[in-house]
């Protein structure tokens, strides 16, 4: 019994462990499983990569960025050849243009920019009022558009103008300022080759063109420095004619132009006045210059196509401002583009700002504006002086470029009004200087607001 129990056991434990070598139809599973599973993981493979390139594709066009760029007096078409250009470069980018009006565009474009809601994402500033937005603009990432390159490639005002704190908050397009237009031939009939560029002798040659009739009445002005009423920029005639004679405009943070200086460029604007034979009775400047009733006035390269279009057959002339010897200076007016603090893509929109400030896309644009007849100064870029001589006038501006200078006005057109009302008679230059230290003051302690007519 237990020789029996042994032997069943032994082969029990030898069913366990013999197992037969497989046959060659079990080899074949094996093979087909494998092959099976190798093309299963290629197919994984294949449709994750498929659905990558959707998933990307998808987030690409979900994440397609418009910009909104809004201009002041510029044709759509001047910018439309480099917005298509930008738009192949960047599939995912559309830049939507919005021409919009320059009445009260200040006050406007300040409280839209506050408010956060429906906000540009590029706008168009005057260079005065760049110091005053900073607070509400986004400026240049210096990967992008650092300060070095304001510095070494463009005009020293532009860093004047657009730099804040060592950080650019705007970039330019052009150069534009207040230049002194003239007409050829009432200078020639004046025996004149030009207004002189001494402003002492320019003001003692203004008699000579005036014209009277039999009733001694003014038919011709020497120019339109007068009141505010029909003059062209009359405080902004005031405060060249300050900066000319080397007032000390602020010192210190306070404003100072009340002084020796002040006093008597303002005199001398009155004298002007009292013998230029402009008055009240003329229209507005730049008909009256087209059609010939005033021999020269102070506007900038961006009015002359107005003018050329009252009068193609004008003899125009232009020159820089007349100066008093041992100094030439100019003062700036132009827009500048800038970015908004709350644009919903900051770092894109000064993307498409640097491309426009690649020197061979400025003289595109420059030319698509000749193209226009349009006068728009002097190219922005000091290294591309060489191009000037292709555009009406522009040697002109690029000389009062390098000689301008600016100063911190806080709200510039409310202190051209303040000027304007020292021309008129209605306050005096001592009340003019206070009432532009309160808008410092206010606007140090955050309670100014730009009054709603500007």
Known sequence: ?????????????????YKSPPSEG???????????IVIIIFAIIILISTLGKAIFSNKTVNNKIT??????????????????????????????????????YAST??????SGKEVPDIVSIPNS???????????APTSIFPVSLLESKYYPIFQEDLTVNNKVYAIPTYYDGLALLYNKSEYSSANLQGPSSNLYTFESEIPQLVNKDSNQTVTQAAIDIGGTGNTYDAGQILNLLMQINKTVMTSNGNVTFANQ???????????????DGWNSTFPSAIPAFANGTVASIFATASDI??????????????????????????????????VPINSKNPEQAWQFLSFLSQPQNLLTIFKNRQSQGEIVGTLPRLDMSQYNSQFSFASTFTQMASTSTSWYEGDPEAVNSIFNNVIDGNITLAEAQQKV??????????????????
């Open 437 to 454: 230290q309160d808008i410092y003051y206010k606007i140090a302690n955050g309670i100014y607001s730009i009054p709603t007519n500007e």
């Open 26 to 36: 079990q080899n074949r599973k094996v093979i087909y499983l494998l092959v099976a």
């Open 129 to 139: 009022f760049v110091p005053y937005f900073s607070s509400i603009l986004y400026n």
């Open 67 to 104: 910009l909104t760029m809004w201009e002041v007096g510029e044709n759509q078409s001047i910018y439309q050849s480099l917005i298509n250009e930008y738009e192949k470069q960047n599939p995912n980018i559309t830049i939507n243009y919005v021409e919009v009006p320059s009445t009260y």
């Open 305 to 338: 196509k107005q003018i050329m279009q009252i009068n193609p057959n004008l003899n125009l002339g232009v020159s820089q401002p007349p100066q008093i010897p041992g100094g030439t200076i100019n003062i700036p007016i132009y827009n500048a583009q800038a």
């Open 1 to 17: 019994m237990d020789n029996l129990g042994t032997e069943n056991k032994v082969s029990i434990s030898s069913q366990e462990v």
């Open 261 to 275: 200086n002040g006093q008597e460029a303002l005199s001398l604007y009155q004298s002007i006045q009292s013998q």
């Open 109 to 114: 474009l300040y409280s839209k920019i506050k």
